[in-house]
């Protein structure tokens, strides 16, 4: 997968036809001719990279309340994400709060009502975002207003938070209306759009929405879209979604079939009854470094540069930090964050990378020539071209002299490849146990090797947003487990420090609480614990890399900085010292 977070994307936003202020009120007007302007994405939307569809495929990620009574509202409250949005004209992104009657799985047949904000590709104004309002009732279109008036309204800013309330019965009996920030919504004549369609809501839905497969959904791996304050109301007071279900369903548009479940692209977990986060499962990337430990008792961190190219700085005791650049002489971009190993039997610092075109690549270095090898593709090397849909973890198995790469596949499931001394590189094959799927990925693997175990540990972020796990000891691969029971903030990093006979996890805090972006740990030395969060190491920009410095018996952590985008270091011996600055330049 080509990544593109953080990137300047070309985008379009529909001119409206009209801005009207009214005190306390929230003003629609209707859509414009399209005028083609161009505009930049904001700093949030990366490409997914998969193929578009063949035709217009609604699909949907997020939360549902089904009932027999009559609902009289949906609400939740989100931040306004930036996602990228593929195909011209007319396709778009949103997120929104709905209610529908749940007469039927057929778009033929389904009526609903929603509010919330929507992202276009095409046919759009300056950098703009919009709010808007939608009912549908058998398949045609009702209402479809765009809020405007005041400025804030017009074009809520990335990353400022609103709330959407699609309500019924609020201003009367048998009345659907809507409400953004608190304020009603009115059209251009100041009357609140107030309007009876003649069914029931039985359904309250919080839910993103893509149109395309190559559409990116609200949120990434990083930068979730968060849902809070989610409800429904219901006997004259607004309940919580105890008893709502997640979903992850579409229909394609031309062929109104009942709803089928998505492949795995889309990440959703609830945070509490009230909360919910939903994101991208493609977009992985903000960046995280790698890290080594070699026979000259040097740490070397690696990463992805904003050049694109891959760059690396060392620690030796004394001099201290070397200064960060290219690792060699490059002509072509690295498609992710790296992962590195230490061959200690060849000798080699060995790095991994996704290419550009979604396969795997490595070059390595030889410490007894200090020399580079030639850039070369791995999948070739074994004869296949196995796509990737994430960043490579890899590990050294010390036991076997093998080198080991992980990765998630285009079907969501965990795959390997590894190098035995003397056979080279064997074919990739997807990591089973006893024939079984680890489930579907909803983040980059990561992994270790545990020397007294004589263990290959990968872990990843399941769907769920928790801890996942899987283990092979030589004689296969052990069932996915849940390794730790808790909705986590980013991608975990594994390592092992084996003076302590520790297997140690890192990753960033979940945005549900005052812990987000902070550094959090946990360690197994025969049970679990967990430390949360690490004190003092302030806001994480990526999520967190380990490694572990056999010489100076150090646990070391680095990171991308949330401020100024440095490498960052924070160590652990019998405490914790950090963070400081590693290398001034900039991760990419």
Known sequence: MVNYCNSRVQRYVHSLVATIAVTGTVVIAGIASPLHAAASEGTLGCNPNRPADSDTYYRFSGWQYTTTNT???????????????????????????MLTDNTSASQNTFNFAQVGYVEYQGNIAPGSKRWYVWADGGGVHLLNYTPTGHPAYANPAINSSHSYYTLYGYQGSGLISFQIDGSNVVDPNGNVISKSYGWYPHQAFISGETHQANDQMMGDANTKEQFTNVGYWYGGNWQNMTGATTFNMGWPNAHPTPYVANPPWYGNQVVSNTSMNIWDTYCQYSEWPSVTYDTEKQQEVWWKGTNGHLQEAYWSNGPGWSAGGDAFYQTSPIGSPPSAMFDANQGQQVVFWQGTDNNLWSAYYTDSTSTWSPVYQVNSVAGGAWQMASAP??????????????????????????????????????????????????????????????????????????????????????????????????????????????????WQGTSSDSTQYTLHEAYNNGSWNLVNPVPSMGSLGSSPTVGYDSYQNQQLVFWKGSADGKLYEAYWHTNWNGPTPAVTGPLG
């Open 393 to 506: 973890a890899a590990m050294y198995d010390s036991t076997q002299h093998q080198q080991v790469v992980f990765w998630k596949g285009t079907d969501g499931n965990l795959y390997e490849q590894y190098w035995v001394s003397g056979s080279g590189w064997q074919y990739p094959s997807e990591v089973t146990s006893g024939g079984a799927h680890m489930g579907t990925l909803g983040s980059d693997p990561t992994a270790t090797y545990s020397t007294s175990g004589h263990q290959q540990l990968v872990y990843w972020q399941g769907t769920d947003g928790k801890v996942w796990g899987t283990s092979w000891a030589g004689s296969g691969w052990a069932a996915a487990n849940n390794t730790i029971n808790q909705v986590i903030g980013s991608r975990p990093t594994a390592g092992y420090d084996s003076a302590q006979n520790q297997i140690l996890l890192f």
């Open 71 to 97: 609902l009289g509202g949906a609400r939740e409250t989100s931040n306004t994400y930036s996602p990228y949005v593929a195909n011209p004209p007319d396709d778009s992104v949103s997120a929104w709060s």
